[in-house]
């Protein structure tokens, strides 16, 4: 079976950083795409950025464009959220999602295509 853990959530002040990291874990897990997803109290689930898992490509939320940076470690099979320039925001619990099969190009961002979830970590913005 195939289980993704995060891990990294916490407090953090507004303008300061703080890196997620989504380990899979399974003998034979294989992904075509994994990504971060992040809900607020009372909203739904919204994405938040996407990589190939064979290769670079990545494709990032507007609210999150130019401040986060996704990036995974494929012999690790970890992936990362390193966000910077918090904002208050962006307080919600974050999770990692992987699916095996391909996307069309802009389904990335639709929850409801991912195979696998992680439990999710909260982080939280002070002001």
């Known amino acids: 079976q195939v289980q993704l853990v995060e891990s990294g959530g916490g407090l953090v002040q507004a303008g300061d950083s703080a890196r997620l990291s989504c380990a899979a874990n399974g003998l034979t897990f294989s992904a075509y795409v994994m990504g971060w997803f992040r809900q607020a109290p009372g909203k739904e689930r919204d994405f938040v950025a996407v990589i190939k898992w064979s290769g670079n490509t990545t494709y990032y939320a507007d609210s999150v464009k130019g401040r986060f940076t996704i990036s995974k470690d494929n012999a690790k099979n970890t992936l990362y959220l390193q966000m910077d320039s918090l904002k208050p925001e962006d307080p919600a619990v974050y999770y990692c999602?992987?699916?095996?099969?391909?996307?069309?190009?802009?389904?990335?961002?639709?929850?409801?295509?991912?195979?696998?979830w992680g439990e999710g970590t909260q982080v939280t913005v002070s002001s």
């Open positions: 999602a992987a699916r095996v099969s391909p996307l069309v190009t802009g389904a990335e961002a639709y929850s409801s295509w991912y195979d696998y």
